[in-house]
């Protein structure tokens, strides 16, 4: 057996344990290792009480990541998300205290609460992977992996992110209830702190690395991306949504596609990863057009639309 395929299966066993803290939630869970594997963020829009927090612990367990979950208030600053910088007088030199997104697996639980100034602060290190404190460029650590959330139905006291930062998140879903028969199962099962407790870690941050870059090796065909560029250039159509998709969206899908293809066991990708991994990349992306509400409905018409090369 390969060293990939080693990190392979122990990715899978990765992905088992978290599917037994989180019953019956197999795609949801995908979904997100398929995030971090391209190198993405998610984005979860949910109720409280269905699982984001347990995901997102469940998954820094797993791959033996520092976690930290920032609660996101009104009054929450950007020195508290990134640290601050204090005069040490014995050393005569200003010494950073890092915040908490100097982790490898972040929880912000409801982003949209705090002002655009402090979301920025965080959407800044998603994006480039460092932050400024001070006029000074402190890089983030590798893995660097954020699972942000809100609720969708509390609009009371929030500001909603723009869509320039919706952008930078790859992946959106919603984890959603249980199924009647998981639901059964969680209520008679042992608490999920406890078994959190007991999670073992199965990947180091060097492998899950090394997993990014074998992911990056995954073949596109020509024919692929062509059937990536028609679904893009479907999405700007007028008669479909206000605006379409952009060319970082596009690179974003090959790259989430890529990852679930590695997933599947693939070296390369088919339309398959691409029709799987659609909807939850345009899901916060897209918005309808004219009197439609039901974004999902939409994408599916589309995938339904456009030919499979």
């Known amino acids: 057996m390969s060293e990939t395929d080693n990190r392979l299966q122990r990715l899978r066993e990765a992905q088992h344990a978290v599917n037994r803290i989180l019953l019956g939630k197999d ?5 997100a290792f398929c995030c ?31 976690y930290q979950r920032i609660q996101f208030t009104s009054d929450l600053l950007p020195a508290d998300i990134l640290g601050v910088s204090i005069y ?8 950073l ?13 409801e982003i949209n609460r705090a002002t655009p100034k ?8 998603m994006a480039e992977r460092q932050v400024t404190i001070e006029n000074e460029t402190h890089a983030l650590p590798e893995p660097f992996f954020v699972m942000a959330t809100q609720n969708p ?20 879903f919603s984890i959603g209830y249980p199924e ?3 639901e059964r199962a969680l209520l008679v099962a042992e608490d999920r702190a406890l078994l959190l407790d007991r999670t073992e870690q199965i990947l180091s941050p060097e492998e899950i690395r090394a997993l990014q870059e074998d992911c990056d090796a995954v073949h596109v065909s020509e024919s ?17 949504f206000e605006a379409g998709l952009s060319p970082r969206a596009g690179l974003a899908l090959l790259a989430a596609g890529r990852a679930h293809a590695f997933l599947s066991g693939r070296d390369y990708v088919a339309p398959e990863d691409i029709k799987i991994i659609f909807p939850a990349l345009t899901r916060h992306r897209l918005s309808p057009a004219g009197f439609s509400q039901d974004s999902e409905a939409q994408v599916g018409e589309l995938l339904a639309q456009v030919p499979i090369p």
Not at 27 to 31: A, M, P
Not at 98 to 109: E, K, N, T, W
Not at 232 to 240: F, I, K, S, Y
């Open 97 to 109: 205290h890092p915040g908490p997104i100097f982790s490898q697996v972040i929880l912000a639980d």
């Open 180 to 182: 009647p028969e998981a």
């Open 224 to 240: 692929l991306l062509d059937y990536v560029q028609a679904l893009l250039a479907e999405t700007r159509d007028e008669r479909w």
């Open 36 to 66: 971090l594997l391209a190198r993405g963020h998610l984005l979860i829009e949910d109720v409280p009480g269905v699982g984001k927090t347990t995901l997102a612990h469940a998954m820094a367990r797993v791959i033996g990541s520092q």
């Open 153 to 172: 139905l509390d609009l009371v006291g929030t500001f909603p992110l723009p869509d320039s930062q919706l952008d930078r998140f790859l992946i959106s």
């Open 88 to 95: 040490k007088r014995e050393k005569d030199e200003f010494e």
């Open 118 to 125: 402090t979301q920025s602060a965080l959407l800044e290190g």
């Open 27 to 31: 795609h949801q869970v995908n979904l």
